[in-house]
């Protein structure tokens, strides 16, 4: 059904349509404009795909091997020709190599869907007809479950139009609640919630994990499709609801952050199943045993005392420390002086959360702390000499503490958080 749009008309309404699940106006200035009326909101699909990622089904591949970046380098796929070159294509390789051996391992393990499955993805959904609901009211409890709200256990009031959650204080006896498929931007009204065991907030708009205090029985919570960004929120969950078994956050902005699996799991330990995937004991082990800080041996094992290319994908063989180098660094215990002699130091791909421990190194002059998880600017005070500050891919989100490092020429804080150029003027 189409109408030709002559001025400030009122919206179309479903009841003049009966026949229609939408319609549009055409604006009578450009034939190619039209605003649409869908009396459906589930029917709404984007009309532009701008981005798009490939999820794969199985869970995260492995960091690349060395012996993989070296066979790259020698088929010729990743052979700079100068240090100019190789300086250039560091950032852009790192991603590549990741990109490329994912695409190897699934090729190697890939298999068919069966025939059944393939069928069902195939296949429309059926989307019955029934009275949306636009708020939770007193009415809406009685008809779902009866009029002794008291005894209600499970509620479902998916694929409405609520925006708010209210008047849940009557429901004392509340085990499940899935208020998927609809437009909630808060979390709130769970005050007298406190046996609820399973919430399905999934596709909805919240943005921030709020009113957890009275949720502690929680042990399935359902985000899948919000607006959650925040580190910060995620580790409210281990304060408020430490007894989770069951977590969702996939499609939120907070799963692009740096290692979010491991930051997860890291704070909550009795996780089985992580955005629909198993926790494995296993992984769980590698969570808690990864890296935090930087140790005094693996400065030693990853520092040397003449500057090299700062492209941290050189093969192995340009890189590794000579035996002057080795015996420089391999000194008794009681002696630090080594510290003085350092010059570059690369610890790219270390799980470092922070960085710490540096203040004795006062020489030196490229820092490399790529593909990490660090947080912040921090621990440099000492190392005024330093010429190059590589922090790519990690999650920083504000420049700061670069007061102190008057011979800084090159900082590179690429594929990070932050939304604000700032500080950099002393």
């Not at 404009?33 to 869908?38: D, K, L, N």
């Not at 921090?378 to 790519?392: A, P």
Request: aromatic share 6%; hydrophobic share 35%; with cysteine.
């Amino acid at each position: 059904a189409v109408e030709s749009d002559g001025g400030d008309l009122p919206p179309l309404q479903r009841e003049d349509y009966p026949k229609h699940d939408s319609v549009f106006r055409v604006k009578a200035s450009d034939p190619k404009q039209r605003t649409w009326f869908v009396f459906d909101h589930c029917l709404v699909l984007p009309e532009y795909l701008v981005e798009f990622e490939y999820v794969m089904k199985n869970k995260a591949q492995p960091d690349p091997s060395g012996s993989f970046t070296q066979e790259l380098v020698e088929r010729g796929v990743l052979q700079p020709q100068n240090e100019t070159e190789a300086n250039d294509m560091g950032p852009l390789a790192r991603s590549l190599v990741k990109f490329l051996y994912q695409c190897d391992t699934q090729a190697s393990s890939s298999s068919s869907a069966d025939e059944p499955t393939q069928k069902i993805i195939s296949s429309l959904p059926v989307i019955p007809q029934r009275p949306p609901v636009s708020a939770i009211t007193i009415d809406v409890l009685i008809s779902q479950g009866g009029a002794d709200m008291g005894a209600i256990t499970h509620l479902n009031l998916h694929s409405n139009a609520i925006r708010r959650i209210e008047n849940l204080s009557a429901l004392v006896s509340l085990q499940t609640l899935v208020l998927s498929f609809n437009e909630i931007t808060k979390m709130e009204g769970f005050e007298k919630t406190t046996t609820l065991t399973k919430l399905d907030l999934s596709y909805n708009q919240v943005r921030k994990l709020e009113s957890l205090k009275t949720l502690s029985t929680l042990t399935h919570l359902d985000m899948n499709s919000n607006l959650v960004h925040r580190a910060e929120d995620l580790s409210m969950l281990r304060k408020y609801v430490p007894n989770l078994t069951t977590l969702n956050f996939a499609t939120n902005p907070v799963c692009e952050m740096k290692s979010y699996r491991h930051y997860v799991l890291r704070r909550l330990l009795k996780l089985e199943m992580l955005d629909n995937h198993p926790v494995t004991p296993e992984e769980q082990r590698i969570a808690m045993a990864e890296t935090s800080s930087i140790k005094t041996q693996m400065v030693k094992e990853n520092a040397f005392i003449q500057r090299r290319s700062n492209w941290s994908l050189m093969p192995a063989s340009f890189r590794r420390q000579g035996p002057t180098e080795r015996e420089a660094l391999s000194t008794d215990a009681d002696d630090e002086s080594w510290w003085e002699r350092v010059q570059d130091l690369e610890l790219n791909s270390k799980h470092l959360r922070k960085l710490s421990n540096l203040e004795r190194l006062v020489n030196l002059r490229v820092l490399s702390v790529c593909d990490n998880e660090i947080v912040a600017i921090q621990g440099l005070d000492r190392c005024v000499l330093l010429e190059e500050l590589l922090m790519e891919e990690n999650r920083i989100t504000k420049i700061e503490n670069l007061g102190s490092l008057h011979n800084l020429k090159k900082l590179d804080l690429g594929k990070n958080k932050i939304t604000f150029v700032e500080n950099l003027l002393s």
